[in-house]
């Protein structure tokens, strides 16, 4: 099965910040990209879907880069409610049914 | 909102027990998934189905456990006998193909 990376973080950011993940991916064959959100305790919540074009949703915006590899998440003018663990989440099959998670990356918005 | 759910919420087993844990996804919902969630390995893919039959369960020890979906409003998830190793948060997950899947909130489980 094909790897997916995060930086497991945690990045302190204070109120107001931007802030950047990013997630690697290791098989060049997928197809579908995806941002997930997971609170502490709590079932992952879907964020976005990645686009090859880039795709924004108010103060997050997330990109693909197919020639290397990694998607991204940005988040803008960050609120304290931003603080949770960022999963991403790469199809690995053909089909491009079955997603595989990368462990996440632990964001910490403080006032 | 639509919902997928899970049961039970939470099992204390005592380790050589059967454990059996339940999803109902989301109508009309045709791929369904079981993942694991430790703080080591993060979430893994056990199994998943596409119009109720099973698409790949390379990601579950395959001597212990068993993944079913006997109807569409139903899948299940056996661990027989259960081990301290299998504490984990299980959870189910539905969707259509390539939209990103909806989560159930997980079985919490412990195997003392």
């Known amino acids: 099965r094909k790897e997916v990376e995060q930086d497991p973080g945690p990045f302190n950011v204070p109120e107001g910040a931007t802030v950047a993940f990013n997630c690697t991916y290791s098989n060049s064959a997928s197809q579908s990209f995806f941002w997930y959100r997971q609170d502490c305790r709590k079932e992952p919540k879907l964020l976005m879907s990645?686009?090859?074009s880039g795709n924004e949703d108010g103060r997050f915006t997330a990109q693909l880069n197919r020639a290397s590899q990694y998607i991204s998440l940005l988040i803008r003018d960050s609120k304290l409610s931003d603080s949770a663990t960022y999963l991403c989440a790469v199809t690995y099959n053909q089909a491009g049914t079955a997603l595989i998670f990368g462990k996440g990356t632990t964001l910490s918005v403080s006032s | 909102d639509a919902r997928v759910t899970q049961t039970p919420r939470h099992k204390v087993t005592e380790m050589g027990q059967e454990v059996t844990m339940r999803c109902q996804p989301i109508?009309?919902?045709?791929?369904v998934f079981w993942y694991r969630q430790t703080m080591m390995q993060g979430l893994e893919l056990l199994a998943y189905f596409r119009n109720r039959a099973p698409l790949d369960d390379s990601g579950m020890p395959k001597d212990r456990f068993s993944a079913e979906m006997p109807d569409a409003t139903l899948a299940t998830l056996k661990i027989q006998p259960s081990e301290p190793r299998d504490s984990a948060v299980y959870f189910c997950a539905s969707g259509p193909v390539g939209y990103g899947y909806t989560f159930g909130s997980g079985t919490r489980l412990t195997v003392v």
């Open positions: 109508l009309g919902h045709n791929t």
């Open positions: 990645v686009y090859s």
